[in-house]
């Protein structure tokens, strides 16, 4: 399975199902599953603005932020560029009816994220860019 890695806070809300779209400098062909690796650089910095949007958006705030590890998976369904309009090759239906862009930054390649899957932290050893991690070490809970 490929997976992402992102830093903390950002990574417990796109598993949680808070965040929607990770802001990237660069496209990727790859669609379908994607794990979501939690990097050992926290970004305390952005707490304010997360915890802003989660109280804004009724949103629990995660109980703990772990780093070094997958976490969750997601489907990666497609892209979006410029104004937030231009979806690049997303799968028909894949974007809930209530799909909000609101993360989307402008001039970012926006990675749009649905169908979020916590599973039991593994501790790995995250890469740059996109990286594959075995799928037998990811365990969904139940």
């Not at 690796?37 to 707490?47: G, L, N, R």
Request: glycine residues 10%; positive net charge.
């Amino acid at each position: 399975m490929k997976a992402l890695a992102v830093r903390q806070p950002w990574a417990s809300l796109i598993v949680s199902g808070a965040k929607n779209i990770e802001n990237r400098s660069w496209p990727t062909n790859h669609r379908g599953p994607l794990a979501i690796y939690a990097s050992m650089t926290f970004a305390v910095a952005d707490m304010r603005e997360v915890r802003a949007f989660c109280v804004t958006h009724s949103y629990a705030w995660p109980a703990a932020f772990p780093i070094g590890g997958i976490m969750g998976v997601v489907n990666l369904v497609g892209m979006i560029q410029g104004c937030g309009e231009n979806f690049i090759s997303p799968k028909p239906g894949e974007l809930p009816s209530t799909f909000d862009i609101g993360w989307y930054r402008d001039g970012a390649v926006g990675w749009v994220l649905t169908n979020p899957r916590p599973c039991k932290f593994v501790r790995y050893t995250g890469r740059l860019q996109l990286f594959d991690v075995a799928d037998y070490l990811i365990k969904f809970e139940s």
